[in-house]
Nanobody
Framework: QVQLVESGGGLVQPGGSLRLSCVGSGHTLKSYAVGWFRQAPGKGREFVAYITWNSDRQYYADSVKGRFTISRVNAWNTVYLQMNSLKPEDTAVYYC?????????????????WGQGTQVTVSS
């Protein structure tokens, strides 16, 4: 099992940028595929982005494609989510999750391990 800690959230104006980090411990994160999800008040947990263990594949939700970039540095047990051109509808708590049990990387219930989340607020 890997423990995950997200950081980098905060308040940003529309059109601005944030870089979220997900750091793993316990087991090395490099052996796990990782997904980013978000959850706004009153809504379910929504898929944002996914990256394989060796970064050979990355997938994005249509709502963030072209604006967000997922990457990782396995030697540092870290996965990043670079968020550009942020919109108010991006406001949510963002979570990273590791080790999907199956092939459905965009489904929250497929993941074994979750971080505590970091708040992202996009507002003028």
């Amino acid at each position: 099992q890997v423990q995950l800690v997200e950081s980098g959230g905060g308040l940003v104006q529309p059109g601005g940028s944030l870089r979220l980090s997900c750091v793993g411990s316990g087991h090395t994160l490099k052996s796990y595929a990782v997904g980013w999800f978000r959850q706004a008040p009153g809504k379910g947990r929504e898929f944002v982005a996914y990256i394989t263990w060796n970064s050979d594949r990355q997938y994005y939700a249509d709502s963030v494609k072209g604006r967000f970039t997922i990457s990782r540095v396995n030697a540092w047990n870290t996965v990043y989510l670079q968020m550009n051109s942020l919109k108010p509808e991006d406001t949510a708590v963002y979570y990273c999750a590791a080790d999907p049990m199956g092939s459905d990387y965009d489904r929250p219930n497929e993941y074994r391990n979750w971080g505590q989340g970091t708040q992202v607020t996009v507002s003028s």
